[in-house]
């Protein structure tokens, strides 16, 4: 094949022709899952009815329903992506692997965050070109977001957004030989919200035996809103929307009008006798279960989870906010429930368990972001030194990164997802290893 010719990949529901470049090849926006239009909003996803002839893989998905989301003087785009690309298929994936041929590779699945409500496949922080220059078959995952995604109705499965990952890995399983990749070797990895719900894959039964290892990057074992927390949010969004809290009713209403009811969601006290809002008010959508994932631990995988150092000050210091309290807000959201997934893991399963803490401190908004929530991923994805996420409004900030940082972390990805030992030792009650990066 020359340089010039787009391959062309026969899955089990047709043909998807991608691109060559430099780092491999890639196809764009190939459905897992039927289009979630009408009650199928608010359903389990269903299979891809397929497409006859060659589809075109060659240009990017639309993706979920979202709102803008600001976070003042910082620049999110690389993070956030273009924000809601419309079009009715969007329960898609993106595969960047080195070759689609024979080649038997690691398999890793990217589960992106934003809070349950936002993001998407194309954000620039995803691009996989360094994961496939060293060996890796990367898919990267679109879900179902905000209120058809997470929103609790009676009559329709909660935690929708988290079927349509489980459904992603089903197709990987079936499809990614295909592509070149192994569907016995599979490592997830999410970040933020993503993480939450590669940790909720573990406790998971419906997803046993569709991954190996699973990576959290700041997130929580402990994120999920009770039933009860679930109900006020529901009962919230039907009396905005002036309907009943129903499937039908709901299955009548724009994505449009979700996206504008959502500034009346916000702030909800979701505190009980019994439990605290594990998102601190920040968004009013998270997972829906009756016992946290962290003490439901039912698949049996490797496990490399942390979280970084100043994690709350990407809530507090781009609006212009003190950071003090930001500490205490990090643990809150991420620190406590990571510790606790990693502390359970590392007590019941018999795979192993590896944490990591990542300090390397962003000099963006005047030095003040600090090793914040996000800051880890350039790292991750080894795009580190990429012009735009730098500046003083970008998420690295003004500074070079430091050499040799992006090389380190996103090694360590790699070695696990091929062997399941990203290079330091594994985490138990002896002997409790944390592998520090960059601070």
Same mark, same amino acid.
């Given at each position: ?253 724009? *994505? !449009?009008?979700? =996206?504008?009811?959502?500034?009346? $969601?916000? &702030?909800? %006290?979701?505190?009980? +006798?019994?439990? #605290? ?107 580190? *030194? !990429?012009?735009? =996420?730098?500046?003083?409004?970008? $998420?690295? &900030?003004? %500074?070079?990164?430091? +050499?040799?940082? #992006? ?33």
């Amino acid at each position: 094949m020359s340089q010039w010719e787009n391959p062309i990949v026969e899955t089990a529901a047709g043909a998807v022709r991608g691109i060559v470049d430099e780092a491999g090849e890639l196809y764009r926006a190939i459905p897992y899952a039927a289009a979630p239009v009408g009650p199928g909003r608010f359903a389990r996803p269903e299979p891809h009815p397929g497409w006859s002839g060659v589809r075109d893989g060659t240009q990017p998905s639309p993706t979920a329903p979202q709102p803008v989301r600001d976070f003042g003087r910082l620049d999110l785009t690389p993070y956030f992506g273009p924000g809601w690309v419309r079009g009715e298929e969007y329960l898609t994936v993106d595969v960047r692997t080195p070759a689609a041929d024979a080649g038997n590779r690691p398999v890793m699945v990217f589960v992106h965050g934003g809070g349950f409500v936002t993001g998407s496949t194309r954000a620039a922080l995803y691009d996989g070109s360094a994961f496939a220059r060293d060996g890796i078959v990367l898919v990267t995952v679109n879900y179902r977001l905000g209120i058809p995604g997470f929103l609790a109705l009676e009559g329709s499965p909660d935690n929708r957004g988290l079927l349509d990952v489980i459904a992603a890995l089903r197709w990987v399983r079936d499809s990614i030989a295909a592509f070149g990749g192994d569907p016995r070797n599979v490592t997830v990895f999410g970040q933020s919200a993503g993480a939450t719900l590669t940790g909720a894959l573990l406790a998971t039964p419906e997803a046993q035996g569709l991954f190996r290892r699973a990576i959290v990057q700041s997130g929580s074992g402990t994120g999920a809103f009770t039933p009860e927390q679930a109900r006020r949010v529901t009962t919230a969004a039907a009396a905005a929307l002036g309907v009943e809290a129903t499937p039908a009713a709901f299955a009548e209403i724009s *994505d !449009e009008r979700f =996206l504008d009811i959502l500034p009346a $969601l916000a &702030g909800l %006290d979701l505190r009980t +006798a019994t439990a #605290a809002d594990p998102l601190a008010g920040l968004s009013a959508f998270s997972l829906v279960l009756p016992v946290q994932p962290a003490d439901n631990l039912v698949n049996d995988v490797d496990l490399l989870i942390g979280t970084n150092t100043e994690e709350g000050r990407l809530y507090l210091v781009p609006q212009g906010k003190p950071d003090g309290p930001a500490d205490q807000l990090g643990e809150l959201l991420f620190g406590a429930g990571t510790a606790r997934m990693a502390q359970a893991h590392a007590e019941i399963s018999t795979s192993r368990t590896y944490v990591y803490s990542f300090g390397y401190r962003s000099t963006a908004l005047d030095g003040r972001l600090g090793a914040a929530h996000t800051v880890e991923l350039p790292f991750v994805f080894d795009v580190a *030194d !990429e012009p735009w =996420l730098h500046g003083d409004t970008g $998420l690295l &900030g003004p %500074d070079a990164a430091p +050499a040799g940082l #992006a090389a380190e972390v996103h090694g360590a990805w790699v070695a696990f997802a091929k062997e399941g030992k990203p290079g330091w030792v594994a985490y138990d009650e002896r002997r409790r290893e944390i592998r520090r990066f960059g601070g």
